[in-house]
């Protein structure tokens, strides 16, 4: 009774398993379908669809502790989602229910979706998978449509059902692509948030023409979005990813320090020219009017939230001159215009625990640690692109299922951290009992008889030259 009891039990652990790497290919797939799907007053699409199937089951499961531990960060982001539709509800009452709603979807599906399907390495392969698959699906139709200008995925998809309208924009004499999404800033950030999954989680031991072709593939798709937020992503996770590099050959002390000293030349060229690094960075733009644009939002939108600090605009007008645009190119600050400052904290600390918390988490091994070094890096760079752009629809969500999908690494014990399964550990350790040699073990100096004692060999201990043998 207890084989067959066990037996089932791993039947239903694989079925489980089956079922989170099914809903994670189905959430990724989603986000790039741009449909447009009437469900009453409500304009639904597919991923919201998807979410709110999900959320709910996604909580109790959450809430059952299947999930793994409930974390500060969890609390965190609930408590961003509710101070949320508290604003719109306080500013807008009965007619922001629907507002309200979608909010919640989008806020908590993606991010407790994440926490409980992607439960180990392989589910995070299959996350990283997914999203890769999608990205070069969408490639040759967002290639054609920076060359002719023509919504090649758009128009594919609306023979079914409505989609996004066309935002037709140029730029250097090209089309800039808007795929699947609402406007080619979308595009260029949800496809940046596969890069650093390409290299390191899809490259990792696999031949550098592979790794960089994948990594190639992203960065080439995001270049046809000609936004400079996303490309200014990759460009960090290139040099956060040499960075672990140079750390991994050096070790980590000399190259804090390098970094430290040149962080702090960086400091003082600023002060001596009069320039802050920011405004320097933020130069880096296709259009130089819009770092002007963009730096007199920020300081206008400030203005709005000094004005409304606890639950900001809604969805009303926010604070600005009657000449000036009404978007935000900042997730950041139109968090806190639209929904105050407490939403604007919660959002901040749930990352800055999931960065903290991932970021310091030790015994794993190097598998793992590339995968850490994974999740980090697209994390902290969603955050810095999130400084340059707006991110809502399917950017908003995929970077919450991101931040979501690496807890699994907090709750990787020693055991589950050993690079071989069970089995082989133990047929390892038979081998190793009866004398055979393990890789990376140094074998005897040449000329020199074998100790019988293989813990006296292994750890060092004096060898006689000459030692009794059965006979004498």
Known sequence: MSIIASRAGEAGAKGKTALNRLLIILFVTAIAVPWIIPVGALRMSAYRMTLCIVVIPCLVHWLSGRAGPIRFSDFAIILFAFWKGLSLAVLHGEEAVQAIGISFVETLGPYFLARCCVRSAEDFEVFAKALFVVIAALLPLILLETVTGWKATLRIFAFVLPTYPDDPMMRAGFWRAQGPFEHPILCGVVCSVG?????????????????????????????????????????????????????????????????????????????????????????????????????????????????????????????????????????????????????????????????????????????????????????FSWCAVGQTVHLWDGALVIVLFLLGSGLWLLDVDANEAHPYPASDRLRRKRIDSVGVRRPGHRRPPSGSRRSPNLAEHRFGATIPKHYPGPSE
């Open 195 to 379: 890069f650093v999954l390409a290299f390191l989680v899809l490259g990792y031991a696999r031949p550098p023409l592979d790794r960089y072709s994948k990594a190639g593939t992203i960065a080439f798709t995001v270049a046809l979005s000609l936004s400079a937020g996303p490309l200014l992503g990759i460009a960090l996770q290139s040099l956060l990813i040499a960075w672990k590099r140079l750390a991994d050959a050096i070790g980590p002390r000399p190259l804090w320090l390098m970094t430290v000293t040149l962080s702090a030349l960086a400091l003082c060229t600023s002060w001596i020219t009069g320039r802050s690094l920011v405004a320097l960075v933020g130069r880096l733009t296709f259009d130089p009017m819009s770092y002007w644009s963009r730096n007199l939002i920020w300081e206008v939108g400030w203005v709005s939230v000094s004005n409304h600090p606890a639950f900001g605009t809604g969805l009303g007008r926010w604070d600005r001159p009657e000449w000036m645009v009404s978007s935000i190119d900042n997730f950041w600050l139109s968090t806190a215009v639209t929904h105050g400052l407490p939403a604007l904290l919660f959002i901040i600390a749930s990352v800055a625990i999931c960065l903290v918390a991932v970021g310091r988490k030790t015994g794993l091994h190097e598998k793992l640690r590339e995968y850490r070094s994974a999740y980090v890096i697209s994390v």
